[in-house]
């Protein structure tokens, strides 16, 4: 039997999760600060086991970005990551303003997934690529 609980997700469950589906790797005190920081996030358990999790951060009115939206691979394709994205829409949509930008970024092949919820797919003749940097900061 699943169960969904909200706003609860802990870096040992995060790191976990992200390790299953070969995310990259943060260490657990930076994981700490930016889990402070989400503005709301999911985890799905079987039991006490954690099997799917996803979050949102943002400015919480004008501006979201879904991100972390992964499911352990022994439990895909049953719904579950579905499940989490209506969460994190359900979230959005009652805290976001009139033409709120919702972003996210699909890894390879995903972008379906997404599509199911509205996302449209870039670039396209009004909008360029999405863009991302990875920054390798030692100093901090
Ligand atoms: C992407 C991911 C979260 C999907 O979770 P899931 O639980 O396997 O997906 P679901 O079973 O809820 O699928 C929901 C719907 O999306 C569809 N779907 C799933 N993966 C898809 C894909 N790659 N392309 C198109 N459609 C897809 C399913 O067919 C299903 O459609 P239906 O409702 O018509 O049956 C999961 O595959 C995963 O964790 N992957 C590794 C991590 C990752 O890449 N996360 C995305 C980060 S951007």
Known sequence: MLKKVTNTLTPEIYIELRRKVGFKQYSFEDVAMALEKTLFSVVIYDAD?????????????????????????????????????????EYIEGKACKNAYVGLMSTPNKEGFYKK???????NEEFGHGMVKFVNNENV
Not at 52 to 74: E, T
Not at 117 to 123: L, V
């Open 49 to 89: 086991k954690p099997v799917g999790i996803g979050r949102v951060l943002g400015d919480d009115r004008v501006v979201f970005f879904i991100k972390d939206v992964v499911v352990d691979p022994d439990y895909q394709n049953r719904s579950i990551g579905h499940d989490i994205m209506l969460s994190l829409m």
């Open 117 to 123: 919820f509205g996302f449209i797919q870039r670039p």
